[in-house]
């Protein structure tokens, strides 16, 4: 969620930031409401104070009238009633006010508040400008000693690269067949050293972390309440693509529950609604967690085998830190060198992109996504076999305050 002071200030960086990640939301329309609400607040306000300020005052000041009234007469009498009938009549009067004030609020707070969680955070200015993933920029890349971008697989490693499907059945390290008959499409079954080595990766990941970068370790829940989803940014724009459980035990709005695509939601959630210690600043913690995606609307190749599936396991790492611009981008920074140095060390060639502004999504002021060359993938050469190319493996995100004013989380 956006600063509403900020916006007030200056619209037109999050006009223009909104643009920029092509979101249509209104924010002209927003900012009208704004006013509205402000405005009625105001009133509201001051017309309690007077209800207040009455219900101290009105009981003298009405006996001391009706005493004045007993012994007058004429004209005299005539204006008395008039102040005492004011006086009565006036915190009725307020009442009705306040109440109709009451239902004025209520009636634009509801457009009020999803227009403010449908606001992205604006890009950072040295974000390249883009519309999609096309327009993400290289930033730089790296391979192990020895290896020639411009040859192929074979000719830097001696022998012709097999696609993962070919992998796989080759070491009978999954089962396709039977998992897609538990689970339906895009599914599958580890089996022996497939299962075993997907642990292996795993393990390494969180032990490079957690020990070699003093991250604490937390398992956090997958299954999630929505205000979890909203408060991490993940909603109101991601439903389509989680899965939702409904809850029959308790129905009603806010009891439904869903399962989480990243061990970000959980790991974010823990400190809403809390006020943390400043000197306890920064809090990094690590997570491996089970992932749901629908990948509704996915289609291609890029769907095939162990490609867009609905079920993975993801090491997640996050970062709160003061909010300062530059603690950040030193904590970013910190984040992807973790990653490269585990790709290092698996000798994995790779290249960083900087994604453009319409690749960032919602929540992200600028996000760095990792991709590894994958040599059995991309288009088949003159021999038939694949010619390889890069897959997103990791990403890195900043999103200075964005999730933490959703999660009311403060220090």
């Known amino acids: 969620m956006i600063d509403l002071k900020a916006l007030r200030e200056n619209p037109d960086h999050f006009i223009d930031g909104a643009r920029a990640k092509g979101s249509g939301v209104d924010i002209p329309r927003l900012l009208e409401l704004d006013t509205q609400r402000r405005t009625l607040l105001s009133e509201q306000e001051q017309l309690r104070s007077e209800q207040k300020k009455l219900g101290k005052e009105v009981g003298p000041q009405l006996g001391k009238l009706k005493g004045q009234l007993k012994g007058a007469s004429g004209d005299e009498q005539v204006a008395l009633q008039a102040q005492l009938d004011e006086l009565e009549a006036r915190p009725a009067e307020l009442k009705q006010r306040i109440q109709q004030l009451d239902e004025s609020i209520e009636a634009i707070t509801p457009e009020w508040h999803e227009l403010q969680l449908q606001i992205p955070q604006p890009p950072d200015a040295d974000v390249p400008v883009g519309t999609d993933s096309d327009d993400n920029v290289e930033i730089r890349r790296w391979a192990p000693e020895g290896w020639d971008w411009d040859q192929s697989f074979e000719a830097n490693r001696g022998f012709a690269a097999k696609t993962h499907l070919e992998l796989v059945d080759e070491?009978?390290?999954?089962?396709?067949?039977?998992?897609?008959?538990?689970?339906?499409?895009?599914?599958?079954?580890?089996?022996?050293?497939?299962?075993?080595?997907?642990?292996?990766?795993?393990?390494?990941?969180?032990?490079?972390?957690?020990?070699?970068?003093?991250?604490?370790?937390?398992?956090?829940?997958?299954?999630?309440?929505?205000?979890?989803?909203?408060?991490?940014?993940?909603?109101?724009?991601?439903?389509?693509?989680?899965?939702?459980?409904?809850?029959?035990?308790?129905?009603?709005?806010?009891?439904?529950?869903?399962?989480?695509?990243?061990?970000?939601?959980?790991?974010?959630?823990?400190?809403?609604?809390?006020?943390?210690?400043?000197?306890?600043?920064?809090?990094?913690?690590?997570?491996?967690?089970?992932?749901?995606?629908?990948?509704?609307?996915?289609?291609?190749?890029?769907?095939?085998?162990?490609?867009?599936?609905?079920?993975?396991?993801?090491?997640?790492?996050?970062?709160?830190?003061?909010?300062?611009?530059?603690?950040?981008?030193?904590?970013?920074?910190?984040?992807?060198?973790?990653?490269e140095e585990l790709l290092q060390a698996l000798e994995l060639p790779y290249r960083l992109l900087q994604c453009c502004t319409g690749d960032l999504g919602q929540k992200n002021a600028d996000m760095i996504d990792i991709e590894c060359w994958i040599p059995g993938r991309g288009d088949d050469d003159a021999s038939g076999r694949p010619s390889g190319e890069f897959g997103e493996t990791h990403s890195a995100s900043r999103l200075y305050d964005f999730q933490c004013r959703r999660l009311n989380l403060r220090y």
């Open 171 to 339: 070491l009978d390290l999954v089962d396709f067949e039977r998992g897609v008959k538990v689970a339906g499409s895009r599914s599958y079954a580890l089996t022996g050293d497939g299962m075993r080595l997907h642990q292996a990766v795993l393990a390494l990941g969180m032990q490079h972390i957690t020990r070699g970068h003093g991250f604490r370790a937390t398992s956090v829940p997958v299954i999630v309440r929505e205000e979890a989803m909203t408060g991490t940014g993940f909603f109101p724009g991601g439903r389509e693509q989680t899965y939702r459980i409904d809850s029959d035990s308790t129905p009603g709005p806010g009891q439904d529950l869903f399962l989480t695509g990243t061990g970000e939601v959980g790991l974010m959630g823990l400190h809403a609604d809390e006020i943390v210690d400043a000197e306890s600043l920064p809090l990094k913690y690590a997570t491996v967690s089970t992932c749901f995606r629908r990948e509704a609307g996915a289609a291609g190749k890029d769907t095939a085998g162990l490609y867009r599936i609905h079920q993975f396991d993801k090491v997640e790492q996050v970062v709160i830190c003061r909010a300062d611009e530059a603690e950040s981008r030193t904590h970013h920074a910190a984040m992807i060198g973790i990653v």
